[in-house]
């Protein structure tokens, strides 16, 4: 017996490559476990959540982290307040990568709110550099 006839006997009837339901699943479907698990967590998590309220109430250290991080997730992002120079020129885009690297050293912002400021400053260059370069070719066209 030959190693194509042993593979194909074990194949149920669709050929390789071909799936049994060439539809698929259908979208948004749940595995019928999935499903008795939300069931059961929904049943229970009214009295799930009381239980560690009171918990946390009672002095435990865990219930009460959990307590919190549900009720107030941790701040993603503060507001910032920082004078920059005026960025329509070069010159004033160094200086204000100058002032964004004195706050960071000052310990006025974090190193995470100064790159996402350098990035905004970045794109205020890069737009200044578009628009004199535009100017430039405007120029040279209008001298031919």
Same mark, same amino acid.
């Given at each position: 017996?030959?190693?194509?006839?042993?593979?194909?006997?074990?194949?149920? +009837?669709?050929?390789?490559? *071909?799936? =049994?339901?060439?539809? +698929?699943?259908?979208?948004?479907?749940?595995?019928?476990?999935?499903?008795?698990?939300? $069931?059961?967590?929904?049943?229970?998590?009214?009295? #799930?959540?009381?239980?560690?309220?009171?918990? &946390?109430?009672? =002095?435990?250290?865990?219930?009460?982290?959990?307590?919190?991080?549900?009720?107030?997730?941790?701040?993603?992002?503060?507001?910032? &307040? #920082?004078?920059?120079?005026?960025? +329509?020129?070069?010159?004033?885009?160094?200086?204000?990568?100058?002032? #964004?690297? *004195?706050?960071? $050293?000052?310990?006025?912002?974090?190193? =995470?709110?100064?790159?996402?400021?350098? +990035? #905004?400053?970045?794109?205020?260059?890069?737009?200044l550099e578009t628009q004199e370069l535009e100017q430039r070719i405007s120029a040279l066209e $209008?001298?031919?």
């Amino acid at each position: 017996m030959n190693e194509t006839t042993r593979t194909e006997n074990l194949r149920p +009837g669709w050929k390789p490559g *071909q799936s =049994g339901n060439p539809k +698929g699943r259908p979208k948004g479907s749940r595995n019928r476990v999935t499903l008795v698990a939300l $069931a059961a967590m929904e049943e229970g998590a009214d009295a #799930i959540a009381r239980k560690v309220v009171e918990m &946390a109430k009672g =002095g435990d250290i865990s219930a009460a982290r959990l307590v919190l991080e549900r009720l107030v997730p941790p701040a993603k992002e503060r507001p910032v &307040a #920082i004078s920059l120079p005026d960025t +329509g020129s070069a010159d004033g885009v160094a200086q204000a990568q100058a002032a #964004i690297l *004195q706050a960071v $050293a000052a310990g006025d912002l974090l190193p =995470g709110e100064a790159a996402t400021l350098s +990035g #905004i400053v970045e794109a205020r260059r890069k737009a200044l550099e578009t628009q004199e370069l535009e100017q430039r070719i405007s120029a040279l066209e $209008a001298s031919k």
